[in-house]
């Protein structure tokens, strides 16, 4: 089997992105369109995470890969969430 170059940096960023875009409108489309809920995108979001663990890590080294993943995510999300935010001080 031949080895592929590894993926450039820019490379694997808009990879990423597209590819997280497409995702997502489908992780909630298509619950929605069904007649489901928050809940029921919720728990498409878990089931397809615990997949992905399954399918990529072996018993072990999953927890902790979830840990790091958990982490990242909170980090990512208050980044984006706060960065904007306009701080009002006394004066």
Do not use: W, Y
């Not at 089931?47 to 993943?69: A, N, P, R, T």
């Amino acid at each position: 089997m031949t080895e592929r170059p590894p993926l450039a940096t820019e490379a694997a960023a808009e990879l990423h992105n597209r590819l997280a875009k497409q995702i997502i409108r489908k992780l909630v489309d298509e619950p929605i369109a069904a007649g489901g809920g928050m809940s029921d995108i919720m728990m498409l979001c878990e089931s397809v995470l615990v997949g992905v663990m399954i399918e990529c890590f072996q018993l072990g080294s999953d927890v902790k890969m979830l840990d790091i993943i958990v982490d990242r995510a909170r980090q990512r999300l208050a980044k984006v969430r706060l960065e904007d935010i306009a701080i009002k001080g006394c004066g």
